[in-house]
């Protein structure tokens, strides 16, 4: 016999379909409702805060390169610094031969005491011709009281007619040397007039070409003009320098700045001092650098750039234009952690404060040292001193001409 077929077991019912359509647009609404919120919050954020703040990661550190050139031709000897390595404003980089520049200074110093025996040759021919003048107005009186003498004999016919004659002659010699001391009298007068040994043409001349040679002999060794860092190296030992040949580069680390290339539409109101927080690539965001706009540049990069775009010719795309803005940064923290040229930074711009100008006066915090000139050195003017002295008769000791013959260091 067939077994019965066991009953189908009743299907549950179905939940009511308004009850679950009312949750998911529960849910819909909650969501849009959060959506309004943050989109109101972030409007608010932006009309009350963020508006005022610009930012730009187009941003990157510039700094000084300080080329360190030579200013004579000559052999390098000796070069004690190589690239990254850190140098002190002063410090000896490069030492050329300075044979050549002693024998030169050695030429010069012997044609200006050359030129002071020379100018002291011409104020005592001064006192000679003055003193031969003298004597030829003299020797003219003694001529003439001859001849006065004679023509009044020769009526009695004391004298005669030639002794007469020759009388007349030696009045016309004694006058004719007096005449020409006179004339050399006034060409040694026309050469000294105005005049000391020290002021005379000829030994300023000389003076000069002593300070020439000097100034050479000091720049046969090259110093860092800034402290900084050396960079692109190019001198080797042995080399045959020219006048004007790049040796290396310092880049002075503890004055570099943030140039960050904003676009146009963001420089409505930055202004000069305004304050900035950076960040930078190298140390990442937990190091903030803080500083300050030191100043807009006067043009866009593409304006100044090598090979301008030309708007007027062709299909016209207008592109939005960046500009690039100096930033200063604090010297501590550049101290604390420093920053190499070219690496990126991230800059925000707090443009609260409006009340600074669009053109800066001034950019940089501290202004850069002045080089000192190699053509003040006091030992040099010293040295001139003595050899002047010396070959002007005024000091004839022993310890003046060692000094003035002593090679120059």
Same mark, same amino acid.
């Given at each position: 016999?067939? &077994?019965?077929?066991?009953?189908?077991?009743?299907?549950?019912?179905?939940?009511?379909?308004?009850?679950?359509?009312?949750?998911?647009?529960?849910?819909?609404? @909650?969501?849009?409702?959060?959506?309004?919120?943050?989109?109101?919050?972030?409007?608010?954020?932006?009309?009350?805060?963020?508006?005022?703040?610009?930012?730009?990661?187009?941003?990157?550190?510039?700094?000084?390169?300080?080329?360190?050139?030579?200013?004579?031709?000559?052999?390098?000897?000796?070069?004690?610094?190589?690239?990254?390595?850190?140098?002190?404003?002063?410090?000896?980089?490069?030492?050329?031969?300075?044979?050549?520049?002693?024998?030169?200074?050695?030429?010069? &110093?012997?044609?200006?005491?050359?030129?002071?025996?020379?100018?002291?040759?011409?104020?005592?021919? $001064? &006192?000679?011709?003055?003193?031969?003048?003298?004597?030829?107005?003299?020797?003219?009186?003694?001529? !003439?009281?001859?001849?006065?003498?004679? !023509?009044?004999?020769?009526?009695?016919?004391?004298?005669?007619?030639?002794?007469?004659?020759?009388?007349?002659?030696?009045?016309?010699?004694?006058?004719?040397?007096?005449?020409?001391?006179?004339?050399?009298?006034?060409?040694?007068?026309?050469?000294? !007039?105005?005049?000391? @040994?020290?002021?005379?043409?000829?030994?300023?001349?000389?003076?000069?070409?002593?300070?020439?040679?000097?100034?050479?002999?000091?720049?046969?060794?090259?110093?860092?003009?800034?402290?900084?860092?050396?960079?692109?190296?190019? /001198?080797?030992?042995?080399? $045959? /320098?020219?006048?004007?040949?790049?040796? #290396?580069?310092?880049?002075?680390?503890?004055?570099?700045?943030?140039?960050?290339?904003?676009?146009?539409?963001?420089?409505?109101? #930055?202004?000069?001092? !305004?304050?900035?927080?950076?960040?930078?690539?190298?140390?990442?965001?937990?190091?903030?650098?803080?500083?300050?706009?030191?100043?807009?540049?006067?043009?866009?990069?593409?304006?100044?750039?090598?090979?301008?775009?030309?708007?007027?010719?062709?299909?016209?795309?207008?592109?939005?234009?960046?500009?690039?803005?100096?930033?200063?940064?604090?010297?501590?923290?550049?101290?604390?952690?420093?920053?190499?040229?070219?690496?990126?930074?991230?800059?925000? /711009?707090?443009?609260?404060?409006?009340?600074?100008?669009?053109?800066?006066?001034? /950019?940089?915090?501290?202004?850069?040292?002045?080089?000192?000139?190699?053509?003040?050195?006091?030992?040099?003017?010293?040295? @001139?001193?003595? @050899?002047?002295?010396?070959?002007?008769?005024?000091?004839?000791?022993?310890?003046?001409?060692?000094?003035?013959?002593?090679? #120059?260091?």
């Amino acid at each position: 016999m067939d &077994e019965p077929t066991p009953p189908t077991p009743p299907t549950p019912p179905t939940p009511p379909a308004p009850a679950r359509n009312h949750t998911r647009n529960r849910a819909l609404l @909650i969501l849009a409702v959060v959506a309004l919120v943050a989109g109101l919050a972030w409007l608010a954020h932006l009309l009350l805060v963020g508006r005022y703040y610009q930012s730009t990661d187009d941003a990157y550190i510039s700094s000084d390169l300080v080329q360190v050139t030579s200013d004579v031709p000559g052999t390098v000897i000796a070069v004690n610094v190589d690239d990254t390595q850190s140098v002190e404003r002063g410090q000896l980089l490069v030492r050329l031969d300075p044979a050549d520049a002693q024998v030169a200074i050695n030429g010069a &110093e012997a044609q200006l005491a050359r030129a002071v025996r020379n100018v002291r040759g011409l104020f005592a021919q $001064r &006192e000679q011709l003055q003193a031969l003048i003298a004597q030829r107005v003299s020797d003219l009186k003694r001529a !003439q009281d001859d001849l006065d003498r004679r !023509q009044g004999l020769l009526s009695d016919g004391a004298v005669s007619g030639e002794e007469l004659s020759h009388s007349r002659d030696a009045v016309a010699v004694a006058r004719a040397g007096l005449d020409a001391a006179r004339e050399q009298l006034n060409a040694t007068e026309a050469q000294i !007039q105005g005049t000391t @040994i020290e002021t005379h043409p000829q030994v300023l001349d000389a003076e000069a070409a002593v300070r020439n040679a000097a100034l050479a002999l000091h720049r046969a060794e090259l110093r860092a003009p800034v402290s900084g860092v050396v960079a692109k190296r190019t /001198v080797q030992l042995g080399q $045959r /320098v020219a006048a004007g040949s790049p040796l #290396m580069a310092l880049v002075p680390l503890d004055d570099v700045w943030v140039d960050a290339n904003f676009k146009e539409v963001q420089l409505r109101a #930055m202004r000069v001092g !305004q304050p900035v927080k950076l960040h930078a690539d190298l140390y990442g965001s937990d190091v903030v650098f803080h500083g300050r706009v030191a100043g807009l540049s006067a043009g866009s990069g593409s304006a100044f750039a090598l090979l301008p775009a030309q708007n007027a010719s062709g299909n016209w795309i207008k592109i939005v234009q960046r500009l690039p803005v100096r930033i200063t940064l604090d010297p501590q923290e550049l101290k604390a952690h420093p920053l190499r040229v070219g690496l990126s930074m991230v800059a925000e /711009v707090d443009e609260h404060d409006t009340s600074g100008p669009v053109v800066s006066t001034q /950019v940089r915090n501290v202004p850069q040292p002045t080089q000192a000139s190699a053509g003040d050195d006091p030992e040099v003017q010293a040295r @001139i001193d003595r @050899i002047v002295t010396l070959n002007a008769g005024r000091d004839g000791g022993q310890s003046v001409a060692r000094a003035a013959t002593a090679p #120059m260091q």
